[in-house]
């Protein structure tokens, strides 16, 4: 390599690393309301603990709001067409759920089932250009299922029918709550095409292909690690972080801005995370708080990742140790952090797979 290669690379280097450190303290711009995606978001998360609650049954109330996260999908389409759209997003959902409680009580069979639901999750979101959030809550979903419906001493800590029972009903609540602009006479007369228009063509372009790959190495390598090297129940933490990394835009930039967003912001979330924990909140409470959390995460998502995961961190922590019973353990804090920073190196280093910008 010539002297000034080296130097025009390291340059590169130097300039790309400036704008992913100076990108923290910046706020895109973003145009139009999302104080209705965020009400939606709060109210499918919310209201399950709150109605689990009151019937006496808060992990099922917890494992429905998991459901509810169907409605963070194809937020770019207005309510006609999402309402097409959402029940494709909600029957893939569950049909991950569904397999992490039959392959449960096999580890390695566990691993490899995460793996392929998500390359296959990853591979529906950038063929048919579904956006944000790609395949990360096929993942999540996954591996919740298949934690809680593990077998410990020798049964499964929750059925699984339990488990698919009630998150199918948070994902019927979240339908319903995404189709509830329709009462309003100006939204039922909105333009929108038929579902074989909107899902016309799977055509993943050179994009999309780089995107499934990084998707696929961060599935299979962070899978790996945590099997070999950590613990396998959190395999799905891991390979989270690093496709929340890899997002939905292709581009070496936006992998570093994101990976250093991801760390950076999980960091002071879990502190958040700690603070929320040691307050043994009653389960209304801890309703209010992860509706208030989520409302909060779709208002600022779009204007500065970091300050998002300032949010979501707490919150998606919070949901997941009330559904396994380690909230408020620094253990489960320290080792959320590890698979994170692990996750989003991984998820930073796969951009690495995408075509330099020429100057």
Same mark, same amino acid.
């Given at each position: ?6 130097r025009? =690379? =390291?340059?590169?280097w130097?300039h ?5 450190v100076?990108s923290?303290?910046?706020?895109q711009?973003?145009?139009g309301?999302r ?7 709060a ?10 609650a ?14 509810g ?5 194809v ?6 067409e ?6 494709l997003?909600?029957a893939?959902l569950?049909f ?5 409680t039959?392959?449960?009580?096999y ?8 793996v392929?639901? $998500? ?6 979101s950038?063929?048919? =250009?579904?956006g944000?959030?790609?395949?990360l809550?096929?993942?999540? #979903?996954y591996?919740l299922?298949?934690?809680?419906t593990?077998?410990v ?18 994902m019927?609540?979240?339908?319903a *709550?995404a ?7 100006r939204n039922?007369?909105?333009p ?8 016309s ?10 995107l499934?790959?990084?998707v696929?190495? *961060?599935?299979?390598?962070g899978t790996?690690?945590?099997?070999t090297?950590?613990d ?5 933490? $891991?390979?989270?972080?690093g ?5 939905t835009?292709?581009g070496?930039?936006?992998?570093a801005? =994101?990976?250093?967003?991801r760390i950076?912001?999980?960091?002071a979330? #879990? !502190?958040?995370f ?11 409470? !801890?309703?209010?708080? !992860? ?5 909060v995460?779709?208002?600022?998502t779009v204007?500065?990742?970091a300050l998002a995961l300032?949010?979501?961190t707490?919150m998606?922590?919070l949901?997941t140790?009330a559904a $396994?019973?380690?909230i408020?353990?620094f253990s ?6 590890v698979d994170t920073v692990?996750?989003a190196?991984?998820?930073t ?8 910008h020429a100057?």
């Open positions: 390599m010539s002297h000034s290669a080296a025009e =690379r =390291r340059d590169r130097t790309g690393t400036h704008r992913a100076k923290l303290r910046t706020f711009p973003y145009t309301p104080w209705h995606l965020g009400l939606q978001a109210l499918v998360m919310a209201v399950p603990i709150a109605v689990g009151a019937l006496g049954s808060e992990t099922l109330g917890i494992l429905a709001a998991t459901g996260f169907t409605v963070l999908h937020t770019n389409l207005n309510v006609l999402r309402i097409r759209v959402l029940p997003v909600a893939f569950l991950a759920s569904t397999l992490a039959v392959l449960a009580p580890p390695l069979a566990a691993s490899v089932g995460l392929v639901v $998500t390359v296959a999750g990853a591979a529906l950038f063929g048919y =250009r579904m944000a959030p790609g395949p809550f096929v993942a999540l #979903a591996g299922s298949a934690r809680v593990a077998v001493d020798g049964e499964r800590a929750i059925a699984p029918a339990s488990l698919i029972m009630a998150v199918a009903a948070g019927l609540f979240a339908l *709550v189709a509830s602009p329709i009462l309003l006479a039922r007369h909105l929108a095409r038929p579902l074989r228009q909107i899902l063509v799977f055509n993943l372009g050179r994009d999309g292909r780089t499934l790959m990084r696929a190495i *961060v599935a299979v390598v790996a690690i945590s099997v090297a950590i396998p129940e959190r395999a799905y933490w $891991t390979v989270g972080a496709i929340a990394v890899i997002g835009r292709a070496r930039g936006d992998a801005r =994101r990976g250093l967003h950076v912001g999980t960091v979330g #879990a !502190l958040i700690l603070a929320f924990g040691s307050l043994d909140l009653a389960p209304l409470a !801890l309703a209010v708080v !992860l509706g208030s959390l989520q409302f995460t779709q208002l600022v204007r500065n990742y300032l949010f979501i707490p998606v922590l949901l140790g $396994t019973g380690t408020g353990s489960t804090l320290t080792e959320r952090v692990i996750g190196l991984l998820g280093l796969t951009g690495l797979l995408h075509r330099p100057r």
